[in-house]
């Protein structure tokens, strides 16, 4: 029988029930209810120790919950949902001594979907040198190789957890932009693509969010479609304004 729990998890590209996650006394997630559509940029936003990270590390088979189900691309998550996840954790490194070739070299050979041509123009964009050795990098320079090697991937999830930290006002709008673009390119018209944001950089990624999801406390405190978010509230901006003051 097809229960409406079963259709929404089909058509969804995230999707929990009920899912709590506890450190101690401390809820990370607290009966979360969450259901993400397919296809869509989606900002998720909310104050630190919302459950943001915990949310995407979740989704990612890192951490488990202690109560609750969670259904990513309409599985469990796992080994076999996240070879069609590109994920970004927040704190990510890369390796000092490779430069950056040889980080898009090893995205070829490991990374499933990795399309190395897209990398190398968003590299170009971005102002990364092919040839820079990782450890000579500034922290703004490294979280841009990161994220390229997230968005140069044709899968029909990434998870980009805080990835304009570092990133300098001026370089973020560029980057941003880069991002609007290359995510309508028809390059990408193959898959459908869901893409999860974090950030704190609120006003300057609004832009690029069609959904947004506002957690407070382990739970959501908001969700919608952004126009009509904007619509009912001027900005995405307003609307964290308006929730969190
Ligand atoms: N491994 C852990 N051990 C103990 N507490 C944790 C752990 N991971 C998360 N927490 C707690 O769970 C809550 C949610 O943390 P989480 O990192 O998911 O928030 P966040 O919304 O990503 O925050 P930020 O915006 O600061 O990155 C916080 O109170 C945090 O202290």
Same mark, same amino acid.
């Given at each position: 029988?097809?229960?409406?729990?079963?259709?929404?998890?089909?058509?969804?590209?995230?999707?929990?029930?009920?899912?709590?996650?506890?450190?101690?006394?401390?809820?990370?997630?607290?009966?979360?209810?969450?259901?993400?559509?397919?296809?869509?940029?989606?900002?998720?936003?909310?104050?630190?120790?919302?459950?943001?990270?915990?949310?995407?590390?979740?989704?990612?088979? /890192?951490?488990?919950?202690?109560?609750?189900?969670?259904?990513?691309?309409?599985?469990?998550?796992?080994?076999?949902?996240?070879?069609?996840?590109?994920?970004?954790?927040?704190?990510?490194?890369?390796?000092? %001594?490779?430069?950056?070739?040889?980080?898009?070299?090893?995205?070829?050979?490991?990374?499933?979907?990795?399309?190395?041509? !897209?990398?190398?123009?968003? @590299?170009?964009?971005?102002?990364?040198? /092919?040839?820079?050795?990782?450890?000579?990098?500034?922290?703004?320079?490294?979280?841009?190789?990161?994220?390229?090697?997230?968005? @140069?991937?044709?899968?029909? /999830?990434?998870?980009?957890?805080?990835?304009?930290?570092?990133?300098? !006002?001026?370089?973020?709008?560029?980057?941003?932009?880069? /991002?609007?673009?290359?995510?309508?390119?028809?390059?990408?018209?193959?898959?459908?693509?869901? !893409?999860?944001?974090?950030?704190?950089?609120?006003?300057?990624?609004?832009?690029?969010? %069609?959904?947004?999801?506002?957690?407070?406390?382990?739970? !959501?405190?908001?969700?919608? %479609?952004?126009?009509?978010?904007?619509? @009912?509230?001027?900005?995405?901006?307003?609307?964290?304004?308006?929730?969190?003051?």
């Amino acid at each position: 029988m097809t229960t409406i729990a079963s259709m929404t998890t089909m058509t969804s590209a995230v999707y929990c029930d009920g899912v709590t996650k506890r450190f101690g006394k401390q809820f990370a997630l607290n009966e979360l209810h969450l259901a993400i559509p397919k296809g869509k940029i989606v900002g998720v936003l909310g104050p630190n120790g919302a459950g943001k990270s915990t949310l995407f590390r979740m989704l990612t088979g /890192l951490a488990k919950p202690d109560r609750g189900s969670i259904s990513v691309l309409g599985q469990r998550p796992g080994w076999r949902t996240n070879a069609h996840i590109a994920y970004l954790p927040d704190r990510a490194r890369w390796y000092g %001594d490779h430069t950056v070739n040889r980080a898009f070299h090893w995205g070829e050979s490991l990374l499933p979907g990795f399309d190395r041509a !897209v990398a190398e123009r968003l @590299a170009a964009f971005m102002n990364i040198d /092919l040839d820079a050795r990782v450890s000579g990098m500034s922290r703004g320079q490294e979280a841009r190789l990161m994220l390229i090697l997230c968005v @140069a991937r044709s899968v029909p /999830l990434i998870i980009l957890d805080e990835p304009f930290s570092g990133i300098d !006002v001026i370089s973020r709008e560029r980057i941003i932009e880069s /991002l609007i673009d290359h995510m309508s390119s028809s390059e990408l018209a193959d898959v459908e693509r869901t !893409v999860l944001i974090s950030t704190h950089e609120i006003y300057e990624a609004e832009a690029l969010f %069609d959904h947004a999801v506002f957690l407070r406390d382990g739970q !959501v405190a908001l969700s919608g %479609d952004a126009d009509e978010l904007r619509a @009912a509230h001027g900005s995405m901006h307003a609307t964290m304004k308006q929730l969190y003051r």
